[in-house]
């Protein structure tokens, strides 16, 4: 860049010498702002100018390696009374000599350039979709325009207006080349595509189980999701309740951010960088939802998940495997978050299933809410086998249903808050409607509180 600018003042120096000797002072000196690629009139040179612009006219430029004047447009040069103003000035704009931008904006209205940098200012050009802009300077910091965030450019059209431009719509690129063969492979492509195409989308649930710390493992997996595959046009959804294909011929968009998938009814929307919405039918049924980009791996949270689970059994275990109650029967707590229990006809039918067997897994799907911290330690949920089952049983259902006598996938459950005491542990039952998103927000109405005993 250096040697560039060397050779621009050494030529420059050479044709004021030519302009001197034939008696002609220049009105001044130009900075070229887009200049034309492969002429010695090139972007970030400066030029005596002959003639200054008036409105709606062009300067009259004396380009180096010329005998002829000629005309340029008024908006690609920046015009100055002093050489020295203008190596001034082509000193901050060095850095934005390659920088270049297209319009992104497909849909109107069509993107506006500004006089000044404020959403308030005066539209003075609107951009076409796929319009070559020349990048001359951008703000210092980001700024909130509507809900977006970006830079303001200053910007400089082919022909030759200049002001603001706000970035959001706008793909900036540097080049040393052609800068309309970057445009036109640039708006070959699309950006927003590619990252609906190049990622697993979640529920948004995912997102709210995670900020609400409550993970349902039921549901929480990492199959769950609308997952492209390009390579044999597929879309597949994954929910907990059913699973389906679409099979596409093309993509096709509409507007700014819509995309349809001919041959198939799915149709996405982008929301913003990490939100979609996508639509289709199941059963005559038209289903709409919204589906992110989760932070961090889903096998990771899944595991997070299940270490905090294990932590509370073990914490439970510490203090005595055998939980024993003269009226409730004897619990015994054993490896891989096992239980089994004996004794406890007494909670059958209204806590415990008639068929539920007298064994199974222990888990901790709920969480007791903030208001229950003082009385309660937390909820423990004790998922039986049923029929032929001996490996435990899921966790329960999304929303947190797993209170007395509920059915989990593949087993019973009945869950508990519990509170460590003197030489023990107490069970308080849960009614049906004591659970929400997973929270277990109050003790059942008339709760069966049982004390046991724990020893090791």
Not at 148 to 155: F, I
Not at 330 to 351: A, C, D, N
Request: glycine content about 10%.
């Amino acid at each position: 860049m250096l040697r560039r600018l060397r050779a621009a003042v050494l030529a420059l120096g050479i044709t004021v010498l030519a302009l001197a000797s034939c008696g002609v002072r220049p009105a001044g000196y130009g900075v070229v702002l887009w200049g034309e690629t492969g002429s010695a009139l090139r972007t970030g040179i400066v030029v005596p100018v002959i003639r200054e612009a008036t409105i709606g006219s062009s300067y009259l430029l004396l380009v180096p390696g010329e005998k002829k004047p000629r005309e340029f447009p008024s908006g690609r040069l920046r015009f100055f009374r002093g050489k020295s103003d203008a190596d001034r000035f082509l000193q901050s704009f060095s850095p934005y000599i390659q920088s270049w931008a297209v319009s992104m904006k497909q849909d109107p209205p069509p993107l506006p350039i500004r006089d000044q940098a404020s959403p308030d200012g005066r539209v003075i050009y609107k951009l076409k979709p796929g319009q070559l802009v020349k990048v001359v300077g951008k703000s210092a910091a980001l700024e909130t325009v509507q809900q977006y965030s970006d830079h303001w450019y200053e910007v400089v059209t082919d022909d030759g207006y200049s002001g603001f431009c706000f970035g959001h719509y706008l793909t900036s690129f540097a080049t040393a080349g052609d800068p309309a063969q970057e445009a036109q492979h640039i708006m070959s492509q699309d950006a927003t595509l590619d990252r609906i195409m190049g990622n697993t989308w979640r529920p948004d649930w995912f997102q709210e189980m995670v900020a609400r710390g409550a993970i349902d493992l039921a549901v929480f997996r990492d199959d769950v999701g609308l997952i492209p595959s390009s390579s044999d046009n597929v879309m597949r959804l994954v929910l907990p309740q059913y699973s389906l294909e679409f099979h596409y011929t093309g993509i096709q968009k509409l507007g700014e951010s819509t995309y349809v998938f001919t041959g198939s009814d799915l149709r996405i929307t982008v929301v913003d960088d990490q939100r979609i919405s996508i639509y289709y039918h199941y059963k005559d049924q038209r289903v709409a939802g919204l589906y992110v980009l989760m932070q961090g791996q889903i096998t990771d949270l899944i595991a997070a998940e299940q270490k905090r689970r294990q932590a509370i059994f073990d914490a439970i275990a510490a203090r005595g495997t055998t939980l024993s109650s003269s009226a409730y029967g004897t619990i015994t707590l054993s490896e891989g978050m096992r239980f089994s229990w004996s004794g406890y006809q007494k909670l059958v039918p209204s806590l415990v299933a008639a068929d539920a067997q007298g064994k199974g897994r222990v888990d901790f799907p709920l969480h007791a809410a903030k208001g229950l911290a003082g009385d309660y330690d937390g909820v423990i949920t004790l998922v039986f086998d049923r029929g032929g089952d001996s490996g435990g049983a899921a966790a329960p259902a999304p929303g947190g249903s797993s209170v007395a006598g509920s059915s989990a996938a593949g087993g019973y459950s009945a869950s508990f808050l519990y509170k460590a005491a003197s030489g023990g542990i107490r069970f308080t039952s849960l009614d049906a409607d004591s659970v929400s998103n997973l929270v277990v927000t109050h003790p059942g109405m008339s709760p069966v509180v049982i004390f046991f005993t724990q020893t090791h």
